[in-house]
């Protein structure tokens, strides 16, 4: 079988990975549980909305745990799963690569935007 046919495990992970959100948060949960309104401010540059949606995909997916606290107001905090914990050192490795060649992605795209705006 192909490693990237649409039902393969591989797609799978870069599915999870490809949702831009989704290994900023789980990076940001390394740490150990958070609320919401912690993880926006950690975070930066995302909505309430937008993190939620964030949230719930992760836990659909097994990789975070929502944990309800009574109390008035009731208190909300996601953690890591186990499962979740094992992308951490492949998000690692991907933000490192990033860091090393980020400036080269973005000259590459300035060079393609300046060839797309020349007749």
Sequence with gaps: MHPFLADCRARLAFDLLSHTWNAVVLWALRDG???PVEL??????I????????????????LVDRRAHPGSPPRVEYELT?????LLAPTDAFGAWAYEHGDEVMAAQDAARGKADQP
């Design 33 to 35: 549980p958070g609320r």
């Design 40 to 45: 926006r401010q950690q975070i930066g540059g």
């Design 47 to 62: 909505s309430s909305k937008v993190l939620n949606e964030t949230l719930r995909r992760l836990q659909f997916n097994g």
């Design 82 to 86: 186990a499962l979740g914990r094992t």
